[in-house]
């Protein structure tokens, strides 16, 4: 049985990034940069009018002054010969300031009579001007490769010019839920049946990191498994929960090893998630996760989005684990590593709090935590002692 660390760096080696892919900007939040961006333009691309008002040559305008406005420049369009002394053209935010104009004068300080404007402020070269390449010179460098591309980078990435990008790509998900006992949510629950908590749970996890899958139920018959894992081993991730412990109907492991996969690890020293299975076929990755949704929530956290965020060239693979101040005793009683359903309280350090609950299947308890504390093998805490927690 290996150690907890051992089976998160195993799971980790085997996921190796897949081949980079072209993403649509919308798209590409959460997905790791695989270029270098330059703009393709100046920003902005020519010299543009910041507010709605008149443009002018500065010197000729002072508080009293009017002039002969000659036009209106509309934003896209265009004046079609430079601004004179002694006059002015009305302009839009957005428009091109003409040349020969050097300022542009607010509406608010202008009143327009019979084509005459009269000025009641002055204005300084330059103002009210945001000149072409101000903010980013063409071809000037907006993002760096390996950048994970989040949503205040989109516009600047419209703004260069593009409409894809080189990204990470993220892996294609099965998800299978065995057992006789499954019953999907929202039909009737027959005798001695539970409703698949794993399936939408785990396909909500997976939403975060942008992955869609439905959620399969297979039952614990050789033919019926062996049938949904095959077609399963299409997608480049397979995530089984149920079917991988010592009862007589947990016939996932042999299943999986009969159609190709390689078992890299079967037991994990650590509590919840003993039994999980991992293995590979080629580059696929498989995991066989308990039945019990805490379990399968603690294997999505630890393992199972590390591995998609190291086949989409992330660089924020591994689970982060932090130090915290246990708020009360921690006493998992158990000869593995313990991960404690607790809630974590931000104060002057983090505050961990245990949640009371009945164990694996306590899928309240889990509604109510914020993080699992992480307390080591037949190990116990007592209240001001330190200990690490992953949140979520
Ligand atoms: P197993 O790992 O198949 O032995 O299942 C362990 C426990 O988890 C049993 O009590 C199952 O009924 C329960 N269980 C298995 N799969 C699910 C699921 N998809 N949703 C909720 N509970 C499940
Ligand atoms: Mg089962």
């Known amino acids: 049985m290996i150690s907890f660390e051992e089976a998160m760096e195993t799971v980790l080696k085997h996921a190796r990034p897949l081949p980079p892919v072209l993403t649509r900007i919308e798209d590409a939040v959460g997905r790791t940069l695989l270029e270098d961006v330059a703009s393709a333009t100046d920003m902005p691309p020519f010299d543009k009018s910041a ?34 002394s002694g006059e002015c053209v009305k302009i839009m935010t957005g428009a091109p300031v003409p040349a020969g104009a050097d300022a542009v004068v607010m509406v608010e300080y202008t009143l327009e009579k019979n084509g005459l404007v009269k000025f009641s402020a002055g204005i300084g070269r330059g103002d009210n001007i945001a000149r072409r390449g101000e903010d980013v ?61 794993n399936g939408p749970m785990l396909a909500a996890m997976l939403r975060t990191d942008g992955v869609h899958a439905a959620p399969v139920i297979a039952r614990d018959e050789p ?3 062996r049938a ?40 994990v020293r650590v509590r919840p998630g003993k039994p999980m299975f991992f293995g590979v076929k080629g580059r696929k990755l498989v995991f066989g996760i308990p039945g019990n949704p805490v379990a399968n929530f603690m294997a999505y956290l ?21 130090d915290g101040e246990c ?29 009371d609950n009945n164990g694996s299947a306590d899928i309240l308890a889990l509604a109510e935590a914020n993080c699992f504390t992480m307390i080591k093998e037949k190990g116990s805490v007592k209240k001001g002692g330190s200990a690490k927690f992953l949140r979520w």
């Open 228 to 267: 949904a894992l095959a077609r399963a081993l299409k997608a480049d991730i397979v995530l089984v929960s149920g079917g991988v412990s010592m009862g007589d109907y947990d016939l996932v492991p042999g299943t999986l090893k009969a159609l190709g996969v390689k078992q890299l690890f079967h037991k």
């Open 51 to 84: 507010v709605d008002g008149y443009a002018v040559r500065a010197a000729g305008v002072k508080p009293g002054v009017e002039l002969p406005c000659r036009g209106l420049i509309q934003a896209g369009a265009d004046f079609k010969r430079p601004l004179r």
């Open 137 to 197: 010179k063409r071809g000037q460098r907006i993002l760096r490769r390996g950048t994970v591309i989040s949503i205040e980078h989109i516009a600047a990435l419209a703004a260069a010019g593009r409409a894809e990008v080189k990204t990470g790509a993220l892996p294609s998900v099965a998800l299978v839920n065995t057992g006789g006992e499954i019953v999907p949510p929202g039909r009737l629950l027959g005798r001695n049946r539970i409703y698949n908590s």
């Open 223 to 225: 033919k019926a498994l």
């Open 302 to 322: 630890a393992y199972i989005r590390p591995a998609i965020r190291s086949l989409a060239s992330r660089p924020d693979c591994a689970p982060k684990f932090r």
């Open 327 to 355: 708020a009360v005793k921690f006493e998992p009683r158990t000869p593995r590593r313990a991960l404690v359903l607790s809630k974590v309280c931000a104060r002057n350090k983090y505050a961990l709090y245990g949640i």
